[in-house]
């Protein structure tokens, strides 16, 4: 007979991704996330099967926690070039102290992993299909509201942006506020 679950799905894969954002794929283990998870190690691998599912799902959870937590006002209907540019400055300026010396889950498993898991490459791939669609919107608005030429690639500006926001994820854990603001006008210039 099985037994009920006595924690939520969602609540122990929310604390799971914290454990990878903080620690890596590779250093996180299977008791640190017991610890954190407060489940047991039969209960990781009853619902996630093993490490790697539980982290592809992190990774899962992270974008809807991104959607949510960070690129609301670029995922508005009318979201353009003012609010991309807003966006990347407050993303400097309010530094998180959380999530600040993390970066970016993504592009910290990124240059952890690269392609060397195929399903944690596909995972991160997605992950940055959603951004470079978010950016082409948003891109796109800034064309029809006169913000931008409307010769404007959108497709290779979207790319160059997710670029601009890797790079600052990683950027801000070691640049201070007027370089990081440097980089943010330069790509905003190139643009206009």
């Not at 894969?13 to 914290?18: E, I, N």
């Not at 599912?53 to 353009?80: C, M, P, T, W």
């Not at 990683?170 to 943010?184: C, G, H, R």
């Amino acid at each position: 007979m099985p037994r009920n679950k006595s924690y939520s799905d969602d609540i122990v894969l929310g604390r799971a991704m914290q454990v990878f954002w903080n620690y890596g794929y590779e250093a996180t283990s299977v008791r640190m996330l017991e610890k954190e998870m407060n489940i047991n190690q039969f209960s990781i691998y009853s619902s996630f099967q093993n490490k790697k599912n539980l982290f592809v799902e992190s990774i899962r959870n992270y974008r809807e926690y991104v959607k949510k937590h960070r690129f609301q006002v670029l995922l508005q209907k009318d979201a353009g070039l003012a609010e991309l540019e807003q966006f990347l400055q407050n993303s400097v300026q309010k530094v998180n102290q959380n999530d600040s010396s993390r970066g970016c889950l993504v592009v910290n498993t990124a240059a952890e992993i690269g392609n060397k898991d195929e399903d944690i490459a596909i995972e991160i791939n997605r992950y940055y299909d959603f951004i470079r669609e978010m950016l082409k919107n948003v891109l796109l608005n800034a064309v029809s509201k006169g913000e931008v030429s409307p010769n404007t690639d959108v497709e290779k500006q979207a790319s160059f942006f997710l670029g601009v926001m890797q790079g600052l994820s990683v950027a801000k854990k070691t640049m201070d506020k007027n370089q990081l603001a440097d980089f943010i006008a330069v790509a905003i210039k190139q643009i206009k």
